[in-house]
């Protein structure tokens, strides 16, 4: 690493995303940790090719299209954003294995404080790395091929449901398939909602 990298990456290397979180949300969307470009602006999901906040208006989980600097404005909508790991990266290969324990322990302290109802995991990566903190009663789906949308088991009463990584690197998904993944969290949510109301 050059001198000159070093002092690029001081630059961001230190930010940190604010959370927008509260109590009384339908859904906590959880990533695993922000990229640079987010880092740099202050904002969630804010890569080029990231189709996050296109797949939110896309599936009408927002009622308007929003972008990634209107990021603080899902709190209007009962929604909130988080991270499992705050430190920023240019990839997830720059983490470090106690980097997911400590990010575990804060996020679980999160939603026991705050109590959504639905916490969705943004990528089957990250629902991978959280499987061994998680109750015996996922094992059921560790074998199954597809592992987007819901799944047996509860995080202080939190349902989890696993959405598509939605940045522009994962070849896995093609937008269609992101966009039914979302579509089907925003039925799921709602018929949770009222379930829970009655």
């Known amino acids: ?21 509260g109590p009384g949300l339908r859904v906590l969307f959880v990533g695993i940790n922000p990229g640079v470009r ?3 602006t202050g904002h969630h999901f804010a890569g080029y090719s990231n189709r996050f906040w296109k797949l939110l208006s896309d ?12 990021d603080g404005r ?8 988080t991270n499992l790991i705050a430190r920023p990266s240019p990839g997830i290969d720059d983490l470090r294995p106690p980097e ?5 322990k804060v996020l679980e302290r999160k939603i026991r404080r705050y109590r959504p109802k ?5 990528g089957v990566t990250l629902y991978r790395t959280l ?4 109750d015996s009663a996922t094992s059921a ?51 949770i909602g009222e379930s829970n109301s009655n």
Do not use: C
Request: net charge positive; hydrophobic share 45%; aromatic share 12%.
């Open 118 to 122: 639905v916490v969705a995991l943004v």
């Open 1 to 21: 690493m050059t001198a000159r990298s070093r002092i690029i990456r001081s630059n961001w290397s230190e930010l940190r995303l604010p959370d927008y979180i």
């Open 100 to 104: 997911y324990i400590e990010g575990w």
């Open 74 to 81: 899902l709190l209007e909508w009962n929604l909130g954003i």
């Open 141 to 191: 789906s560790r074998t199954r091929q597809n592992v987007i949308g819901p799944h047996p088991v509860t995080i202080h009463r939190a349902d989890v449901f696993v959405l598509p990584n939605p940045s522009g690197r994962n070849a896995n998904f093609t937008y269609t398939e992101m966009l039914d993944a979302f579509i089907w969290l925003r039925r799921w949510k709602k018929h």
């Open 38 to 40: 987010s880092a740099v």
């Open 59 to 70: 599936s009408e989980l927002t009622p308007l299209p929003i972008t990634y600097i209107d």
């Open 131 to 134: 499987l061994p903190f998680l």
